[in-house]
Structure formats: C-alpha cells, structure tokens
C-alpha cells in the first residue's frame, strides 16, 4: 500500500513570494489532515478535511494561508505572501473513512519550507 | 481545548538502558491517547496508542505506555533500548467526546542512544 505522498520536499523561497504544497493521501482514506512543525515544536493542526468538506480549520491563519481538496482526494495548501515565521515543516496526514477518534493517522515525509 | 506536556526534551542513553518518556494532557473528558516515532530522516509513525479498555497498552519494538487517568499521563517504557531506537518521539491527544479528531502534539523528546 502506498503511503502519503508530498511534494515538493523542500522549498526555498523570500518573504513576501507565495508557495504551495501538495499532498495525496492514501487510496481510499477520506479525512485530510495539513500539520505545521515549527522547530522544536511538535505538530500544530492547521486543516482538517472530511473528503472535499471543511471539518476544522479554526487554526489556519486566513488571511495569508488556503487550502483546497476539489475532488475529495489530493489537496494543496498554499500560503501567499509567506512570512519568516512560516518557516516550517509542513506535513499531510489521512485516516480511512469513518474516522474514528482513535484511527492512526498516516504521515507523510513533510515539505520543508525556509522562508528568507 | 486539550495540551500535551513532555517534560524531558533531550534524553541520552546508553544501549540496555531502560527509558521512561514522561507525557502529561490536560482535558477534562475522555481522551485517546498516542504515541508517534520520527527515526531520522523517515516520517512520523506510530508506535502505540490507547483508546479504551486495559491502561497498559503495548506496542511495536518493545514499547509500552501506562494511562493513568487520575495523572492525566501516559508514559512510554522500554525496559532496554538500542541504538535503533534514536529518534524523536511525540505524544499525542485528541478528544473523544468532542468530535474533533486532529491530533494535539507535546514538543516531541529528542532521545539518543550511545552504544
């Protein structure tokens, strides 16, 4: 079974540029979870997807970060204009469909964003 | 809205060492608890995790953690640990009675093992 895939890895870009991330959770799973993983800080929820639905995105700082899953499968973030506290591993997580609370969530590798 | 507590940031240990990882929540309902493992340079998986029933939960690699609800902990064990084992580990919460699912992450324990 193929896991979560991100891209790009990494990404280097200046304050002020915009970026976007990409996630493909694996087949079938039907919540979307977008973290951030600030240095030294463990994972802080930024979105939450139950197929294309908005479930929990009370964290996303809305004026400058979105996030989108069209078609209830892949989903892109995107942050525009980043700032340098937005530097950060971004990561995307999924769980089956139901989503009981006490599913594993499956990560994937994580994008890592530098913000200069 | 629940936090999670890990007091211990950085561990070092030699191989056949035992490990206790302190983890402490703050909520007042029930919770599911969690454990995930990122080994260097590899994703985030997890290692055990508790949602009802016996308190000591076991998990993959010889892991086991301990609910003590009157504590608000679940601690992670290994009675010996190898040098496989360096990685950073993270406690995890999320609410069962609120619906939310997102998990809530302590800061992660950097845990290093000399051999």
């Known amino acids: 079974e193929a896991g979560v895939a991100q891209s790009p890895r990494y990404k280097i870009i200046e304050k002020r540029q915009s970026v976007a991330f990409w996630c493909n959770p694996i087949?079938?799973?039907?919540?979307l979870y977008w973290y951030q993983q600030i240095l030294g800080q463990g994972p802080k929820l930024l979105i939450q997807?139950?197929?294309?639905?908005?479930?929990?995105d009370s964290q996303l700082p809305k004026d400058r970060f979105s996030a989108e899953r069209l078609k209830g499968v892949d989903s892109t973030l995107k942050i525009q204009p980043a700032k340098l506290e937005d530097s950060a591993v971004y990561l995307c997580?999924?769980?089956?469909?139901?989503?009981?609370?006490?599913?594993?969530?499956?990560f994937g590798p994580g994008t890592r964003l530098t913000v200069t | 809205a629940q936090s999670v507590s890990q007091h211990n940031h950085h561990v070092i240990l030699s191989e056949a060492a035992s490990l206790e990882l302190g983890c402490n929540y703050s909520?007042?309902?029930?919770?599911?608890l969690f454990w995930y493992v990122q080994y260097p340079g590899q994703h985030l998986q997890l290692l055990l995790k508790?949602?009802?029933?016996?308190?000591l939960v076991k998990g993959i690699k010889g892991f086991e953690a301990e609910f003590i609800k009157s504590k608000f902990s679940f601690n992670l064990r290994k009675p010996s640990v190898q040098w496989s084992d360096t990685a950073e580990y993270f406690c995890?919460?999320?609410?069962?009675?609120?619906?939310?699912?997102?998990?809530?992450f302590g800061s992660g324990t950097r845990l290093q093992v000399q051999p």
């Open positions: 087949s079938g799973h039907a919540t």
């Open positions: 997807f139950q197929n294309n639905g908005v479930v929990d």
């Open positions: 909520y007042g309902g029930t919770v599911n």
């Open positions: 508790y949602f009802s029933g016996d308190p």
């Open positions: 997580a999924s769980t089956p469909a139901g989503d009981r609370s006490g599913d594993e969530q499956y």
């Open positions: 995890a919460v999320n609410a069962e009675d609120t619906g939310r699912r997102a998990l809530t």
